[in-house]
């Protein structure tokens, strides 16, 4: 299994096909894992909140589904990715705690996180080819430089690979 990359919360990571990049505990936030399969160059970010631009503290870039795919994408370009290759797979997004306020969206964080960055990778022309998102549990994900594979660890929901 090369190199193993821990990627923290509110962390992003690239690696070539020689690396593993992984993120633990992926509860509300979103796991966004980008991958060139020409150029076999992999980046994860460990984002926590859809939006940048809602928060006074957002000096932490990769924090944020809006301003990490930016960065991320331009770490990979600096490895020889070609963004026109890139493909995109997400996990996480649970709703991890009960509010009992029914529906309110603003307590939904992984689900508006899911949606921004879906969203923002729509917007960059990255298409999503697979994706885990939701539910009331956390996962672990695993990245593989050599060939994409996302790896998906959880607690009581079994493993899968997408």
Known sequence: MGNVIKVGMADLKTTDSRG??????????IGISLYDPIK???GMAHIMLPDSKQIKNNSNKAKFADTAVDVL??????????????????????QMFSFGNGGNDIMKIGYRNAIAAEEKLKSLNIPVISKDV???????????GEDGRLFI???????QTI
């Open 20 to 29: 593993v990049l992984t993120t633990l505990g992926l509860g509300s936030c």
């Open 40 to 42: 076999k160059i992999a």
């Open 73 to 94: 994408i331009a770490e990979m370009l600096a490895k020889g990715a070609q963004q026109k290759n890139f493909k995109a797979k997400l996990a996480g997004g649970a």
């Open 134 to 144: 939701g539910g009331t549990y956390g996962r672990t994900i695993e990245l593989y």
């Open 153 to 159: 660890k959880t607690i009581g929901h079994g493993t």
